[in-house]
């Protein structure tokens, strides 16, 4: 068999390596366009997990490599004029440059035709070859070669960075954080080898430009560095080695494999330098072919192909290869793309670092460890339970100042099990029922279902439960079977479960208010989403008449100002039915498209009057809403409005968008903003994942400066603990888990040695050790 591999980085090296190793006949060539010893840059970063793989893929490549590691556990974050050092994270870095030497040395032992200064521009150079492995980096000849079928995708990222050298030892994975009169800059140092450590340094496209790094050249750059880190360099210099100022591109390609061409390394895919994670990546890569190569026979082991090919036909031998290929794009594909969700999560918090500026150093330096989701509160707990103590510590004493009562110290409470005060309600701990609609009222008259279900989640440990989207008028409504406020029998209904919750539980109840707009007179949800009544359906109204399926929904009226005085006033009636009833927490519902949200997306709102256009004017009539309640709910209780942050559709709401309505709401007394996103329009293209609509949540509360609520796939208590630490949001509203665990928080208390008292009836579980069988996966 015969590979070419283009390109001499780790990838390439490592995959010619490895193959060498499974067959030493098999023919490997190796084309780098530059020379030996060119390489730029200055260390590379692997994590304990990597290490292990590598040896666990080939021993002698990881003994030789290891030999040169500098290890560390700690982080130092230097920030506001404090050090905070976690440890437990178990890195090893090296230099790149003796990386590179080391697998150059090790390839040409096992006989990899090295040739330096070849390099490839045409893929007929390669045809004689079975195998073609572009490992050619980031901006890889062999992938714009086949562009069409590869199909990359290119995200330039806005932040600008320069990768620099220093002499300065430093004993940590290091962070520094400095403001000068250009803006924020951001350090990623550590050392790699004695007396050399490599300090990347970041910021915005506006403080570059302030700075006036737009032409610098390598001296100006490192002139201006030193000057601005002359205290973190402590009179060593800065080294520069092809060190201009770049901006990152994530780069995804559709596939990795063309015939018989297949991608690795950077050249298939990037994850940003934050994380440390491109050599690791692409060796990691070099791994996952090699494996695929040697288990469907096409290399390796009985039956496989020869260095000649003489095994087996030339059909068969292209047939192994392209199946070889295929295994290593689907085996590997999903690892890859959780990573780059890491790196993404990651390289946003570095874009949007300024926000956190105003935190307190421990949460900062929380928020910065648990950036790309990958470690949570309770891996550090595991990795340093020193800092852990000293965050949740703070979290109480931060939570004892806002709630304005006791919490303990000594242990502090897993940070959701903290309280949290909104106007005069104190909230138990952070853990919300979100609301969820039944479809099962009579006539909007909630009944003994609503008792159980809403009953039980109190039962089970929330400390807020919000009741379902509940209608201010019979057109209102979603659906027949969809709850109501606007007949006195309505409050009686809901009265019960208010008074049971009340009465037999510490949690608080919350109402959500709304008008289903466009969106309304639809069938229950178990019968299609959004999907229109046969029969029986009633007038739709909206900001604009645009239906919402555009082939079978019936198309709204816009509304008028004369429709707008009826809603404002049904709504005002609602709000005072709740209040009698006894909810704790009044929300409007400006979100999913319904008749508030209606106004305040670009896409549903296309009107020419004071009620369209600029995001002022669309959130006129939901603010005058918004405010006709407020009057009409005692000045006591609060206020939480659920906005969809994005619409995840083209011309729709962004999150600067999501942020100036928060501030609008803000302005006009809202305590709370529930955060949802998307359900504006059926196109929409969402982008799911673990926490999906957090960052909106983070990113409101941090810049219109209130609180707010994180909800969508926060499904474990990890991920609650580390929201509410890191300052994301200040309650986790879960929706989905709660109807799969009406005891969710109960268990996750138990999980966490936090028992929460049972009712008196179910005292004797106290005496009582569960045995849960099944089990929690997940990223
Ligand atoms: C600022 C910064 C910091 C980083 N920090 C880390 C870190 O701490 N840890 C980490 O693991 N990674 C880090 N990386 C990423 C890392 O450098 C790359 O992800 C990694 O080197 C990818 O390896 P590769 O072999 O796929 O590509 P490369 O290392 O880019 O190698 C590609 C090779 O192909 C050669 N080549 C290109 N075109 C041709 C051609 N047409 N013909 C022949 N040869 C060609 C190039 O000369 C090059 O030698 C960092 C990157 C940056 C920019
Ligand atoms: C059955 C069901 C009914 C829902 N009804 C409502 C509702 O009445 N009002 C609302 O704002 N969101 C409603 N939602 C959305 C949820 O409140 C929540 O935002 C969404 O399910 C994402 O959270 P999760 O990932 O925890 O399920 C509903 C969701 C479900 C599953």
Request: charged share 25%.
């Amino acid at each position: 068999m015969r590979i070419a591999v283009v390109g001499g980085g780790p990838s390439g090296l490592y995959f010619a390596i490895l193959m060498k190793r499974v067959d030493p006949s098999i023919e490997v060539v190796l084309l780098e366009r530059n020379r030996a010893d060119d390489t730029f840059g200055f260390g590379v970063v692997f994590s304990d997990a990597t290490i292990a793989e590598v040896e666990g893929a080939d021993a002698e490549t990881y003994a030789a490599v290891t030999e040169h590691f500098v290890r560390w556990d700690d982080i130092d974050v230097h920030f506001a004029g404090e050090m905070i050092r976690t440890t437990g994270h178990g890195f090893a870095g090296m230099s790149r440059h003796t990386l590179l030497d080391v697998l150059q040395r090790e390839a040409a032992r096992l006989g990899v035709d090295l040739r330096f200064e070849a390099e490839v521009r045409d893929l007929a150079e390669l045809r004689d070859h079975d195998l073609v492995v572009g490992a050619d980096g980031v901006n890889s000849a062999v992938r714009t070669l086949l562009q069409d079928r590869f199909e990359p995708r290119f995200d330039w990222r806005p932040n600008r960075f320069v990768w620099l050298g220093t002499t300065r030892p430093l004993p940590a994975f290091t962070f520094h954080f400095r403001e000068n009169e250009h803006g924020l800059w951001r350090v990623h140092a550590y050392q790699y080898e004695p007396g050399r450590s490599t300090f990347i340094v970041e910021c915005t496209e506006d403080t570059w430009r302030a700075a006036g790094l737009e032409n610098a050249t390598e001296e100006q750059t490192v002139a201006y560095c030193e000057g601005l880190f002359a205290n973190e360099l402590d009179g060593h210099p800065l080294v520069a080695n092809k060190s201009v100022w770049r901006s990152f591109p994530t780069i995804r390609c559709a596939r990795w494999a063309v015939d018989n061409v297949v991608l690795i390394g950077d050249a298939a895919h990037t994850a940003h330098f934050s994380i440390g994670s491109g050599t690791r990546l692409g060796m990691l890569d070099a791994i996952a072919l090699r494996d695929a190569l040697v288990r469907v026979g096409a290399v390796g082991g009985d039956g496989a192909l020869a260095a000649d090919g003489t095994t087996g036909a030339e059909a068969v031998k292209a047939e192994r290869v392209h199946c070889a290929l295929r295994t290593y794009e689907q085996e590997r594909r999903p690892a890859v793309e959780s990573l780059q969700r890491a790196a993404q999560a990651s390289l946003e918090w570095f874009e949007a670092t300024e926000r956190y500026m105003d935190l307190d150093p421990v949460q900062l330096v929380f928020t910065l460890l648990t950036r790309s989701l990958r470690i949570t509160h309770e891996d550090l707990r595991v990795r340093d339970p020193d800092f852990l103590a000293r965050v949740d510590r703070w979290v109480a004493e931060r939570a004892e100042e806002q709630a304005r009562v006791p919490v303990p110290r000594d242990p502090p409470p897993p940070p959701m099990f903290t309280p949290f005060r909104l106007r005069d309600l104190v909230i138990p701990n952070r853990i919300a029922v979100s609301p969820m609609c039944q479809y099962c009222a009579e006539d909007g008259t909630v009944g003994d279902w609503h008792v159980q279900h809403l009953g039980s989640r109190a039962v089970g440990g929330a400390g807020l439960v919000y009741a379902e989207m509940t209608d201010v008028s019979p057109e209102g409504r979603i659906s027949h079977g969809c709850a109501g406020l606007y007949e006195p029998r309505h409050v009686d209904a809901w009265k019960r479960v208010v008074d049971f919750v009340h009465g037999h539980t510490p949690a608080k109840m919350a109402i959500q208010l709304g008008h289903a707009g466009r969106k309304g007179a639809t069938r229950p949800l178990w019968e299609g989403d959004s999907e229109p009544l046969e029969e029986g359906e009633w007038p739709l109204i909206s900001a604009s008449p645009i239906p919402y399926f555009p082939d079978r929904s019936r198309a709204p009226r816009e509304m008028t100002r004369e429709d707008m005085d009826v809603a404002v006033a049904d709504f005002v009636r609602a709000t005072s039915y709740a209040d009698a009833a006894g909810f704790d927490l009044l929300e409007i519902h400006m979100a999913h498209g319904y008749l508030l949200a209606s106004f305040i997306s670009p896409l549903t709102n296309e009107r020419t009057d004071a009620y369209g256009g600029a995001i002022e004017n669309r959130m006129r009539f939901p603010l005058e809403v918004f405010d006709a309640c407020r009057a009409a709910w005692p000045e006591h209780k609060p206020m939480s409005v659920r906005v969809s942050a994005v619409d995840w559709a083209p011309g729709g709401m962004t999150p600067d968008d999501a942020v100036a309505v928060a501030r609008l709401l803000a302005a006009h007394g809202c305590d709370a903003i529930d955060v949802s996103a998307g359900q504006t329009v059926p196109d929409q293209r969402p982008i799911y994942g673990r926490l999906f609509q957090t960052p909106f949540a983070d990113r409101i509360r941090h810049e219109a400066g209130i609180a707010t609520m994180a909800v969508g796939n926060v499904s474990s208590w990890m991920d609650a603990n580390t929201i509410i630490a890191a300052g994301r949001a200040d309650l986790c509203l879960l929706a989905r888990a709660h109807l799969f665990d009406p005891y969710w928080t109960r268990h996750a208390a138990a999980m966490q040695g936090y028992p929460l008292p049972w009712p008196l009836q179910y005292r004797s579980v106290e005496r009582y050790t569960p045995r849960f069988e099944f089990h929690f996966g997940g990223e």
